[in-house]
């Protein structure tokens, strides 16, 4: 399986955007999906995360700020973030787990990782 992640890029502070992340493969059923940031010299940490029947969980920074959504047909995930400040800018990793086919068997995927997509948040 593959993780595609879209939709970075510069923007100012107080702006918005948003990223989408589309996983490709064979006999898919996905788990939880979303968002991991790291930003230079720092740590990857979590950004948000939902689950396959919609829970979600957010980082405290970013909480009341972004907004994470999915559609488990179409294996994707959307990370709708505003009011976007400094602090914020990093490279964003679209993350999942669940099953799929794998070289002709069915199995566990483990962690998937994509590779990553780029925010800049600058006046």
């Known amino acids: 399986v593959q993780l595609q992640a879209s939709g970075g890029g510069l923007v100012q502070p107080g702006g918005s955007l948003r990223l989408s992340c589309v996983a490709s493969?064979?006999?898919?059923?996905?788990?939880?999906m979303g968002w991991y940031r790291q930003a230079p010299g720092k740590l990857r940490e979590l950004v948000a995360m939902?689950?396959?029947?919609?829970?979600?969980k957010y980082g405290d920074s970013v909480k009341g700020r972004f907004t994470i959504s999915r559609h488990n047909a179409q294996n994707a995930v959307w990370l709708q973030m505003s009011s976007l400040k400094p602090d914020d800018t990093g490279v964003y990793y679209c993350?999942?787990?669940?099953?799929?086919?794998?070289?002709?068997?069915?199995?566990?995927?483990?962690?998937?990782w994509g590779k990553g997509t780029l925010v800049t948040v600058s006046s």
């Open positions: 939902i689950s396959r029947g919609g829970a979600t």
């Open positions: 493969g064979s006999d898919l059923s996905l788990q939880g």
């Open positions: 993350t999942t787990g669940g099953h799929g086919m794998v070289n002709g068997q069915y199995k566990d995927l483990g962690e998937v």
